[in-house]
């Protein structure tokens, strides 16, 4: 069994033997990244990728229902959420629901890239004007994109759009800059101002449980400090990369792969995350229950 006792050393190599293995396209289906690999224009593909990321919960074949839905609707999503007007974009998704995320929300949210792409151009954009050169990590540049993507609407109403300020550990959001700042055979990158070894983890189960059995947190929540606890964490395993081995861990854990020295214990504290339960303090009923969001891999 590989403990933190056992070295960063023996920890990097198996972590290297990981991502070699299972860090290939192959392996990407039926993660929600492979809806970006439909877009050649950079434009389109960072408003794909955040439309894919903010429907990452829920089983799998509903996640890829629904950001079919989505995205089939938009075509080009660039020129849709720029000459689209409000009110038809309202109206387009207002039958949508995604488990508990209903149309008007989804609507909110295109609205809300509409709004920051008029004012900076791009989502890329917007997310580096939050970001500057002496900040450790990527945090106020989630913060950024989420204000304004938000808009006078705080977000208070919105499951799809998880906020940094709550002290969500924001795994979708933090999956989304993953997908848009790393470039490898499974991550398509295009976000080159920003250097991986700024980001976060996105904190699901699996990358939690692994901060337990690797001794990078003891914390109960797996919320944002948990998120930046295990990254850090990471961080010392590879400075440069400390996400490098995300796709890899979650890919070989859902895949119910035994991974020595990274085994997930079904007893630990679990990994709901606290966007989940800001999320849920907007719903009633039914729509109150339990979410996990450890398959929007």
């Given at each position: 069994?590989?403990?933190?006792?056992?070295?960063?050393?023996a920890?990097?190599?198996?972590?290297?033997?990981?991502?070699?293995?299972?860090?290939?396209?192959?392996?990407?289906?039926?993660?929600?990244?492979?809806?970006?690999?439909?877009?050649?224009?950079?434009?389109?593909?960072?408003?794909?990728?955040?439309?894919?990321?903010?429907?990452?919960?829920?089983?799998?074949?509903?996640?890829?229902?629904?950001?079919?839905?989505?995205l089939?609707?938009?075509?080009?999503?660039?020129?849709?959420?720029?000459?689209?007007?409000?009110?038809?974009?309202?109206?387009?998704?207002?039958?949508?629901?995604?488990?508990?995320?209903?149309?008007?929300?989804?609507?909110?949210?295109?609205?809300?890239?509409?709004?920051?792409?008029?004012?900076?151009?791009?989502?890329?954009?917007?997310?580096?004007?939050?970001?500057?050169?002496?900040?450790?990590?990527v945090?106020?540049?989630?913060?950024?994109?989420?204000?304004?993507?938000?808009?006078?609407?705080?977000?208070?109403?919105n499951?799809?759009?998880?906020?940094?300020?709550?002290g969500?550990?924001c795994?979708?959001?933090?999956?989304?800059?993953?997908?848009?700042?790393?470039?490898?055979?499974?991550?398509?990158?295009?976000?080159?101002?920003?250097?991986?070894?700024?980001?976060?983890?996105?904190?699901?189960?699996?990358?939690?449980?692994?901060?337990?059995?690797?001794?990078?947190?003891?914390?109960?929540?797996?919320?944002?400090?948990?998120?930046?606890?295990?990254?850090?964490?990471?961080?010392?395993?590879?400075?440069?990369?400390?996400?490098?081995y995300?796709?890899?861990?979650?890919?070989?854990?859902?895949?119910?792969?035994?991974?020595s020295?990274?085994?997930?214990?079904?007893?630990?504290?679990?990994?709901?995350?606290?966007?989940?339960?800001?999320?849920?303090?907007?719903?009633?009923?039914?729509?109150?229950?339990?979410?996990?969001?450890?398959?929007?891999?």
């Amino acid at each position: 069994m590989l403990r933190k006792r056992t070295g960063s050393v023996a920890i990097r190599n198996r972590l290297n033997d990981l991502y070699a293995r299972y860090n290939r396209r192959e392996f990407v289906h039926p993660d929600p990244i492979e809806f970006l690999y439909r877009y050649e224009n950079s434009l389109d593909r960072e408003i794909a990728g955040l439309v894919a990321s903010s429907l990452a919960f829920g089983r799998v074949a509903q996640i890829h229902r629904s950001v079919s839905r989505v995205l089939d609707r938009m075509e080009e999503p660039a020129a849709f959420v720029r000459e689209t007007p409000p009110r038809s974009i309202r109206k387009i998704f207002a039958g949508f629901r995604h488990r508990y995320a209903t149309g008007m929300e989804m609507a909110e949210l295109l609205l809300g890239i509409r709004r920051a792409v008029r004012e900076h151009g791009s989502l890329r954009a917007c997310f580096v004007s939050g970001i500057g050169e002496e900040d450790e990590t990527v945090l106020p540049g989630l913060n950024a994109l989420a204000e304004n993507l938000v808009g006078d609407s705080g977000g208070e109403c919105n499951s799809l759009l998880p906020l940094p300020r709550r002290g969500s550990a924001c795994k979708r959001l933090n999956l989304y800059l993953r997908w848009m700042v790393r470039h490898d055979e499974v991550d398509p990158g295009g976000w080159d101002e920003v250097p991986p070894s700024r980001l976060i983890i996105p904190l699901d189960i699996h990358m939690y449980r692994a901060g337990l059995e690797l001794g990078f947190t003891r914390r109960k929540s797996a919320d944002l400090k948990t998120a930046l606890e295990v990254t850090e964490g990471f961080r010392r395993i590879c400075l440069e990369d400390p996400v490098r081995y995300d796709f890899a861990i979650t890919r070989s854990a859902i895949g119910q792969t035994r991974v020595s020295g990274l085994e997930h214990h079904a007893g630990e504290p679990g990994g709901s995350e606290q966007e989940d339960q800001d999320e849920r303090k907007n719903r009633s009923g039914d729509d109150r229950r339990r979410t996990t969001d450890a398959i929007g891999r």
